[in-house]
Protein backbone atom coordinates (compact mmCIF):
# COMPACT_ATOMS: atom_id res chain seq x y z
CA UNK A 1 0.00 0.00 0.00
CA UNK A 2 0.54 3.53 -0.22
CA UNK A 3 2.93 3.35 -3.20
CA UNK A 4 3.44 5.32 -6.65
CA UNK A 5 4.11 3.06 -9.93
CA UNK A 6 5.38 5.02 -13.31
CA UNK A 7 5.73 3.49 -16.48
CA UNK A 8 6.47 6.17 -19.22
CA UNK A 9 7.49 5.23 -22.77
CA UNK A 10 5.29 7.04 -25.16
CA UNK A 11 6.49 5.59 -28.55
CA UNK A 12 7.08 1.61 -27.15
CA UNK A 13 4.74 -0.79 -28.68
CA UNK A 14 5.97 -3.47 -25.82
CA UNK A 15 3.60 -4.39 -22.99
CA UNK A 16 4.16 -2.58 -19.41
CA UNK A 17 2.66 -3.36 -16.25
CA UNK A 18 2.53 -1.16 -13.10
CA UNK A 19 1.65 -4.51 -10.95
CA UNK A 20 2.23 -7.51 -12.27
CA UNK A 21 0.63 -10.91 -9.81
CA UNK A 22 0.99 -14.08 -10.87
CA UNK A 23 0.03 -16.95 -8.44
CA UNK A 24 0.24 -14.93 -5.13
CA UNK A 25 -2.24 -15.43 -2.89
CA UNK A 26 -4.10 -13.23 0.20
CA UNK A 27 -2.44 -10.10 -0.60
CA UNK A 28 -3.65 -6.92 0.26
CA UNK A 29 -3.23 -4.17 -2.50
CA UNK A 30 -4.44 -0.86 -1.26
CA UNK A 31 -4.23 3.00 -1.87
CA UNK A 32 -1.63 3.01 -4.69
CA UNK A 33 -1.43 5.07 -7.49
CA UNK A 34 -0.35 4.35 -11.35
CA UNK A 35 1.01 6.24 -14.21
CA UNK A 36 1.47 4.02 -17.62
CA UNK A 37 2.42 6.07 -20.82
CA UNK A 38 2.57 3.30 -23.20
CA UNK A 39 1.51 2.43 -27.03
CA UNK A 40 1.24 -1.18 -26.31
CA UNK A 41 -2.25 -2.75 -26.97
CA UNK A 42 -1.44 -4.99 -24.17
CA UNK A 43 0.00 -3.07 -21.40
CA UNK A 44 -2.00 -3.46 -17.91
CA UNK A 45 -2.14 -1.42 -14.79
CA UNK A 46 -2.99 -4.35 -13.05
CA UNK A 47 -2.52 -7.85 -13.89
CA UNK A 48 -3.96 -10.92 -12.12
CA UNK A 49 -3.19 -14.67 -13.11
CA UNK A 50 -3.25 -17.65 -10.69
CA UNK A 51 -3.42 -17.57 -6.52
CA UNK A 52 -5.88 -16.14 -5.11
CA UNK A 53 -7.72 -14.05 -2.00
CA UNK A 54 -6.18 -10.79 -3.43
CA UNK A 55 -8.24 -7.34 -2.19
CA UNK A 56 -7.69 -4.64 -4.19
CA UNK A 57 -9.52 -1.29 -2.68
CA UNK A 58 -8.46 2.60 -3.21
CA UNK A 59 -6.61 2.05 -6.10
CA UNK A 60 -5.81 4.84 -8.68
CA UNK A 61 -5.05 3.78 -12.04
CA UNK A 62 -3.98 5.34 -15.21
CA UNK A 63 -3.09 3.94 -18.74
CA UNK A 64 -2.94 6.63 -21.13
CA UNK A 65 -2.24 3.87 -24.17
CA UNK A 66 -4.60 1.52 -25.78
CA UNK A 67 -4.30 -1.17 -23.37
CA UNK A 68 -6.25 -2.07 -19.99
CA UNK A 69 -6.16 -0.87 -16.75
CA UNK A 70 -7.39 -4.38 -14.97
CA UNK A 71 -6.55 -7.38 -17.07
CA UNK A 72 -7.92 -10.49 -14.62
CA UNK A 73 -7.91 -13.97 -15.40
CA UNK A 74 -7.66 -15.22 -12.06
CA UNK A 75 -7.14 -14.69 -8.12
CA UNK A 76 -9.30 -11.78 -7.17
CA UNK A 77 -11.21 -11.86 -4.18
CA UNK A 78 -12.88 -8.22 -3.64
CA UNK A 79 -12.02 -5.28 -6.28
CA UNK A 80 -13.71 -1.72 -5.12
CA UNK A 81 -13.72 1.89 -4.51
CA UNK A 82 -10.96 2.40 -6.86
CA UNK A 83 -10.83 4.89 -10.21
CA UNK A 84 -9.85 3.04 -13.72
CA UNK A 85 -8.82 5.58 -16.05
CA UNK A 86 -7.85 4.43 -19.35
CA UNK A 87 -9.14 7.11 -22.22
CA UNK A 88 -7.81 5.06 -25.33
CA UNK A 89 -8.13 1.54 -23.84
CA UNK A 90 -10.11 -0.24 -22.09
CA UNK A 91 -11.35 -0.72 -18.46
CA UNK A 92 -10.47 -4.25 -18.34
CA UNK A 93 -10.45 -8.13 -19.33
CA UNK A 94 -12.89 -10.39 -18.17
CA UNK A 95 -12.84 -12.89 -21.47
CA UNK A 96 -13.26 -10.06 -23.16
CA UNK A 97 -12.24 -6.59 -23.38
CA UNK A 98 -14.59 -4.54 -21.17
CA UNK A 99 -14.41 -1.04 -22.75
CA UNK A 100 -16.57 0.83 -20.32
CA UNK A 101 -16.45 0.90 -16.15
CA UNK A 102 -19.56 -0.18 -16.77
CA UNK A 103 -18.86 -3.15 -19.26
CA UNK A 104 -16.29 -4.03 -16.70
CA UNK A 105 -18.82 -3.64 -13.97
CA UNK A 106 -21.15 -6.46 -15.02
CA UNK A 107 -18.87 -8.97 -16.30
CA UNK A 108 -17.11 -8.84 -13.12
CA UNK A 109 -19.60 -8.11 -10.84
CA UNK A 110 -16.41 -5.85 -9.40
CA UNK A 111 -15.87 -2.09 -8.30
CA UNK A 112 -19.57 -1.15 -7.93
CA UNK A 113 -18.30 1.91 -5.80
CA UNK A 114 -15.37 2.47 -8.10
CA UNK A 115 -15.32 5.84 -10.75
CA UNK A 116 -13.50 6.30 -14.03
CA UNK A 117 -11.79 9.82 -14.53
CA UNK A 118 -8.89 11.34 -14.83
CA UNK A 119 -6.92 11.59 -11.45
CA UNK A 120 -5.27 14.94 -12.42
CA UNK A 121 -1.74 14.04 -11.43
CA UNK A 122 0.76 17.19 -10.59
CA UNK A 123 2.84 15.43 -13.62
CA UNK A 124 3.44 12.18 -15.25
CA UNK A 125 6.10 11.03 -12.64
CA UNK A 126 4.53 13.18 -9.49
CA UNK A 127 1.58 11.91 -8.35
CA UNK A 128 -0.14 14.02 -6.38
CA UNK A 129 -3.88 14.09 -7.20
CA UNK A 130 -6.26 17.05 -8.28
CA UNK A 131 -9.16 15.50 -9.33
CA UNK A 132 -11.21 15.87 -5.55
CA UNK A 133 -14.48 16.02 -7.47
CA UNK A 134 -13.56 11.67 -7.62
CA UNK A 135 -11.46 11.24 -5.49
CA UNK A 136 -11.98 12.73 -2.21
CA UNK A 137 -13.45 10.69 0.48
CA UNK A 138 -14.07 8.31 -2.33
CA UNK A 139 -12.44 5.29 -0.77
CA UNK A 140 -12.47 2.74 2.49
CA UNK A 141 -11.19 2.86 5.69
CA UNK A 142 -8.21 0.67 6.40
CA UNK A 143 -7.50 0.13 10.00
CA UNK A 144 -3.79 -0.96 9.75
CA UNK A 145 -3.28 2.44 7.10
CA UNK A 146 -2.94 5.78 9.34
CA UNK A 147 -1.05 7.38 6.63
CA UNK A 148 -0.47 8.02 2.67
CA UNK A 149 2.71 7.82 0.47
CA UNK A 150 4.26 10.61 2.49
CA UNK A 151 3.30 10.09 6.09
CA UNK A 152 0.78 12.14 5.63
CA UNK A 153 -2.88 11.52 8.44
CA UNK A 154 -5.40 9.77 6.63
CA UNK A 155 -8.96 11.14 7.09
CA UNK A 156 -10.14 7.81 9.57
CA UNK A 157 -13.53 8.07 7.69
CA UNK A 158 -13.30 8.12 4.20
CA UNK A 159 -9.53 7.61 2.79
CA UNK A 160 -8.74 9.44 -0.48
CA UNK A 161 -8.74 6.91 -3.52
CA UNK A 162 -4.80 6.74 -4.44
CA UNK A 163 -1.87 6.85 -2.46
CA UNK A 164 -1.53 10.76 -2.22
CA UNK A 165 -4.17 11.60 0.91
CA UNK A 166 -5.16 15.38 0.01
CA UNK A 167 -6.52 18.43 0.77
CA UNK A 168 -9.95 18.54 -1.51
CA UNK A 169 -10.25 22.09 -2.75
CA UNK A 170 -13.82 21.64 -4.13
CA UNK A 171 -14.84 20.06 -0.88
CA UNK A 172 -12.75 22.49 1.70
CA UNK A 173 -14.87 24.64 4.28
CA UNK A 174 -16.51 24.80 7.24
CA UNK A 175 -19.13 22.68 7.71
CA UNK A 176 -21.59 25.40 9.47
CA UNK A 177 -21.85 28.72 8.80
CA UNK A 178 -21.89 30.10 12.34
CA UNK A 179 -21.22 28.73 15.84
CA UNK A 180 -21.73 29.77 19.71
CA UNK A 181 -19.74 29.60 22.37
CA UNK A 182 -20.20 30.98 25.99
CA UNK A 183 -18.94 34.14 26.35
CA UNK A 184 -16.21 33.45 28.44
CA UNK A 185 -15.15 30.38 26.06
CA UNK A 186 -12.58 29.76 23.29
CA UNK A 187 -13.82 27.58 20.00
CA UNK A 188 -11.09 26.14 18.06
CA UNK A 189 -11.58 26.66 14.00
CA UNK A 190 -10.07 24.60 11.08
CA UNK A 191 -8.59 20.79 11.43
CA UNK A 192 -9.02 19.68 7.77
CA UNK A 193 -7.46 16.85 7.16
CA UNK A 194 -4.65 16.38 6.39
CA UNK A 195 -3.70 19.34 7.85
CA UNK A 196 0.21 19.56 6.26
CA UNK A 197 -1.28 19.47 2.47
CA UNK A 198 -1.21 23.24 2.43
CA UNK A 199 -0.31 26.31 3.46
CA UNK A 200 -3.26 28.89 5.56
CA UNK A 201 -3.68 32.29 5.89
CA UNK A 202 -6.47 33.52 8.52
CA UNK A 203 -8.30 36.73 8.82
CA UNK A 204 -6.38 37.50 11.99
CA UNK A 205 -2.79 37.08 10.31
CA UNK A 206 -2.31 33.15 11.38
CA UNK A 207 -0.55 30.70 8.95
CA UNK A 208 -0.99 27.55 12.01
CA UNK A 209 -3.75 24.95 10.25
CA UNK A 210 -5.63 25.50 13.35
CA UNK A 211 -6.84 28.97 15.57
CA UNK A 212 -8.65 29.57 18.95
CA UNK A 213 -11.12 32.24 18.64
CA UNK A 214 -12.53 33.92 21.44
CA UNK A 215 -13.97 37.14 20.33
CA UNK A 216 -17.04 37.15 18.58
CA UNK A 217 -16.85 38.07 14.85
CA UNK A 218 -16.14 36.71 11.24
CA UNK A 219 -12.97 34.15 10.60
CA UNK A 220 -11.86 33.50 7.41
CA UNK A 221 -9.52 31.07 5.92
CA UNK A 222 -7.55 30.72 2.46
CA UNK A 223 -5.95 27.61 2.13
CA UNK A 224 -3.04 26.69 -1.09
CA UNK A 225 -2.42 24.24 -1.93
CA UNK A 226 -0.94 22.62 -5.19
CA UNK A 227 -4.10 22.08 -6.95
CA UNK A 228 -4.69 26.23 -5.96
CA UNK A 229 -6.54 27.95 -3.10
CA UNK A 230 -9.90 27.95 -1.79
CA UNK A 231 -11.10 30.39 0.61
CA UNK A 232 -14.02 29.71 3.80
CA UNK A 233 -15.96 32.02 6.37
CA UNK A 234 -18.01 31.12 9.59
CA UNK A 235 -19.15 33.22 12.36
CA UNK A 236 -18.34 33.11 16.06
CA UNK A 237 -21.50 34.04 17.93
CA UNK A 238 -21.46 34.80 21.81
CA UNK A 239 -24.42 33.22 23.78
CA UNK A 240 -26.17 36.44 25.51
CA UNK A 241 -25.30 35.51 29.24
CA UNK A 242 -28.08 34.49 31.76
CA UNK A 243 -29.16 37.32 33.70
CA UNK A 244 -31.32 36.91 37.02
CA UNK A 245 -34.24 38.63 37.80
CA UNK A 246 -36.66 38.03 39.83
CA UNK A 247 -39.10 39.44 43.06
CA UNK A 248 -40.12 38.36 46.48
CA UNK A 249 -42.90 38.65 48.46
CA UNK A 250 -43.35 36.78 52.17
CA UNK A 251 -46.20 34.99 53.94
CA UNK A 252 -45.76 34.73 57.69
CA UNK A 253 -42.95 32.72 58.02
CA UNK A 254 -42.62 31.61 53.69
CA UNK A 255 -40.76 33.47 50.89
CA UNK A 256 -42.21 33.53 47.61
CA UNK A 257 -39.46 34.23 45.02
CA UNK A 258 -40.88 34.97 41.01
CA UNK A 259 -38.93 35.05 38.16
CA UNK A 260 -39.25 37.94 35.93
CA UNK A 261 -36.31 36.66 33.40
Same mark, same amino acid.
Given at each position: ?121 ? !?????? /???? &???? @?? =?????? +? #? ?64 ? !?????? /???? &???? @?? =?????? +? #? ?26
Amino acid at each position: FNNTFVVEDSVSTSTSYGVYCTTVNNWDIMNNSINIISQGTASRGFYFSGGGGIELFNNNVRNDGPGFGIYYLSGLNESNNNNIFVPNGNIGYLSSNQATLTDWQNASLFDLNSVSGDPAYF !SSTDLH /SCND &TLLD @GA =GVSVAY +I #MTDFEGQTRDTNNFDIGADEFLGLSNFGFSQDSIWKCSSATVDLGGWEPTNDGTYLWSTSESTPTI !SAATPG /SYSV &TVTT @GC =GSAISS +I #MVEDIPDAVADFSSTTSFVTGVFTSNA
